[in-house]
């Protein structure tokens, strides 16, 4: 009840401070919430993927989960039901086709994804990010394997999974990438590992890469992780969107720490 109870003020918070985008005075930033965060447009590419995402909501299967990151605050079975982990751990519709969105606006070569779950994150990053390719890793066998299934269901090539902890695979695909054009940490909900994976994802980005962060709200440990990377030399501009932070690191702009309604 006491997490609950943080949250919710976490969130009136946010929403008497957050701006509408004729408050910001950013070029960069009104272009980018205008253009992108709030194009709430039809897009043929969402239709298919949400289909999967009424599939799971709807499923009568159980798995045994393998949970690697904070866990669930709902859910702490070793055996769950995949609808109700959908239920739970799936971002809704309108911030999964933001990834979609902002994916087609960055035109990322590498993408990479820390937490796969079921894989409707990752499609919609791999379909918005249609000249790229997408890596994500996953903790959770079971899960790991629904994912890929979705992955071929819908033909989607351009995803590279992986089966294993952030620790163990992190470093190997920062040894074999050039650059990380777009990053979504979206597991272990804890603030070390959060700033861990952070700066390990920095040696890879450059002036025009862009990181999300998931749930920045979720516990005090995350708020303070956001906090932290808001503080990061590196960072110059940052948008808190309250269910997903975004990170710039664009040398040529002022920094700037947004929030927005979204």
């Known amino acids: 009840m006491g997490e609950q109870l943080r949250q919710i003020g976490s969130y009136l918070e ?46 009568e299967q159980t798995i045994r989960v393998n949970d690697l990151g904070a866990g669930s605050r709902v859910l702490d079975l070793p055996v769950r039901r995949v609808a109700d982990m959908a239920r739970t751990a799936l971002k809704p519709p309108h ?72 620790r163990s695979r992190l470093p190997e695909v920062l040894r074999n990438v050039d650059a990380l054009d777009m990053v979504f940490i979206d597991g272990h909900h804890a603030k070390g590992p959060t700033l861990e994976y952070f700066e390990q994802c920095l040696t890879k980005a450059h002036n025009d890469s862009l990181f999300i962060l998931d749930d920045i709200h979720w516990s005090r440990g995350m708020e303070e992780a956001w906090e932290a990377v808001k503080q990061h030399p590196r960072v110059t501009v940052t948008i808190d969107l309250f269910a997903l932070g975004l990170v710039f690191f664009r040398s040529e702009q002022a920094p700037q720490h947004f929030r927005l309604r979204y």
Not at 19 to 32: A, D, E, K, M, T
Not at 100 to 107: E, H, K, S, V
Request: hydrophobic share 35%; glycine share 8%.
């Open 95 to 166: 911030y999964a086709q933001m990834l979609f969105r902002l994916a087609r606006w960055q035109d990322p070569g590498t993408v990479l994804e820390l937490g796969t779950s079921f894989g409707i994150s990752t499609l919609y990053l791999a379909r918005g990010a249609e000249n790229g390719t997408v890596i994500t890793i996953e903790g959770c066998p079971q899960t790991h394997h629904i994912a890929r299934h979705h992955f071929d269901e819908l033909k989607q090539r351009n995803i590279t999974p992986l089966l294993g902890s952030f």
């Open 14 to 59: 946010h929403l008497v401070k957050a701006r509408s985008r004729h408050g910001i005075h950013s070029p960069f930033v009104y272009g980018l919430a205008d253009q992108v965060l709030r194009d709430t447009g039809h897009r043929p590419e969402y239709p298919a993927v949400e289909q999967l995402r009424e599939e799971l909501l709807d499923s």
